[in-house]
DNA sequence: GTCTATAGGTTGATAGAC
DNA sequence: GTCTATCAACCTATAGAC
């Protein structure tokens, strides 16, 4: 019996496969309540499924992780398609601005949890490096962007547009990590709006 | 007998107190090791101590890791006399931004540190908030600054300066995550004095 | 593929002598 | 204040039945 009686506890709904199961369990128990407690047991738990159902998967708790690692930054397709909407260059920066806030949101807590040890960050390290997520595909992007709004004449000619790109991507990871790090504390701050008012009178 | 005879086996000078003994050891485990190796075991072995000897001084391993927060986050006078050294407005920035990474770089394992536990992490953003270390302080510090220079005509007037500030800030913050979480692989991006040079445009 | 049961190890924390 | 000794709890991982 893999589990008709019980309703698997859990919010959304419930997958059918076990291995889901446990990464979409990890997951959330990694966001919610940090690495330190993500144990096999509790995953076991919330999945609805055994503790050894976990490393059958899996092998073990560093491949449980890793696997979490691929699950969460997989579904990433940044800023894909913006650049032939034909925007202002000042949209899009917004929009690529908020994107970009969105998907640290989701990463931060997974990317902060591989700090808490030496290996975990190492191979975290590795696979950012892997699947071409650092930050300078970033910059490669939104840089490459700019140029070719230079040569159109709608960006002033002598912007450094790698320097201003990084200026970006940087504001709104650090924003993410404020949301994700301080909670809902922030309401002293200067709104995004405004920074990216103050930031876009650079294009 | 505290340890005349064995000489404590850290590298640096060996503090005659147990107390400091441990949080110093502490501390260089959170920033080596993460803070999962970070076990009464290891903090005791390190400071060349007892085991019981950290519950006796810290009461229970939670209250070592606040306590390695404060010791970790208390020399800081940030950018402390600046204002008073009369500088160009730009340059100013600029070594607000040199102090601030500085600063991120020793802070951020700490604070990531807390992240691993939701406890932890409500005990770090209450010290922070308590002892006004959030980014709220360095905005007010900035921008307040940034206003006067608005007053003496020094610097453009519809600026946003506390928009602004937060840019720098969030520059200098994301500076540093790169280079705690990425290590040194970040020779692709452009430099912090190509994206200074850029943001100081605005002044 | 999933379960139960358990071995084996590590950790947080306490008791009590010195 | 510092130590040794120890406990109870928890964790990872495996073995073997279904």
Same mark, same amino acid.
């Given at each position: &019996?893999?589990?008709?009686? =019980? +309703?698997?506890? *859990?919010?959304?709904?419930?997958?059918? %496969?076990?291995?889901?199961?446990?990464?979409? !369990?990890?997951?959330? #128990?990694?966001?919610?309540?940090?690495?330190?407690?993500?144990? $096999? /047991? =509790? @995953?076991?738990?919330?999945?609805?499924?055994?503790?050894? $159902? @976990?490393?059958?998967?899996? %092998?073990?708790?560093?491949?449980?992780?890793?696997?979490?690692?691929?699950?969460?930054?997989?579904?990433?397709?940044?800023?894909? %398609?913006?650049?032939?909407?034909?925007?202002?260059?000042?949209?899009? #920066?917004?929009?690529?601005?908020?994107?970009?806030?969105?998907?640290?949101?989701?990463?931060?807590?997974?990317? %902060?949890?591989?700090?808490?040890?030496?290996?975990? *960050?190492?191979? &975290?390290?590795?696979? #950012?490096?892997?699947?071409?997520?650092?930050?300078?595909?970033?910059?490669?992007?939104?840089?490459?962007?700019?140029?070719?709004?230079?040569?159109?004449? *709608?960006? /002033?000619?002598?912007?450094? +547009?790698?320097?201003? !790109?990084?200026? @970006?991507?940087?504001?709104?990871?650090?924003?993410?990590? *404020?949301?994700? &790090?301080?909670?809902?504390?922030? =309401?002293?701050?200067?709104?995004?709006?405004?920074?990216?008012?103050? #930031?876009?009178?650079?294009?």
């Amino acid at each position: &019996m893999t589990a008709t009686e =019980e +309703p698997k506890r *859990r919010r959304g709904r419930p997958p059918s %496969g076990g291995r889901e199961a446990i990464l979409a !369990a990890a997951l959330e #128990i990694l966001r919610e309540q940090g690495i330190a407690n993500l144990t $096999s /047991r =509790e @995953v076991a738990a919330r999945a609805g499924v055994s503790d050894a $159902s @976990v490393y059958y998967h899996f %092998g073990d708790r560093a491949g449980l992780i890793q696997a979490v690692f691929a699950h969460a930054m997989s579904p990433l397709e940044l800023m894909a %398609g913006l650049e032939d909407l034909d925007l202002e260059p000042a949209e899009l #920066i917004r929009r690529s601005f908020a994107a970009l806030t969105e998907f640290f949101i989701k990463a931060l807590p997974v990317i %902060g949890a591989a700090q808490t040890d030496p290996e975990l *960050r190492a191979s &975290m390290a590795a696979y #950012i490096d892997q699947n071409n997520l650092g930050p300078h595909k970033g910059v490669e992007r939104l840089g490459g962007y700019l140029r070719a709004q230079q040569a159109a004449g *709608r960006v /002033r000619a002598d912007l450094d +547009p790698d320097a201003f !790109a990084l200026v @970006v991507i940087d504001s709104a990871f650090a924003a993410a990590a *404020r949301r994700v &790090m301080l909670g809902h504390k922030l =309401e002293l701050l200067p709104s995004s709006e405004a920074v990216l008012a103050e #930031i876009t009178r650079l294009l």
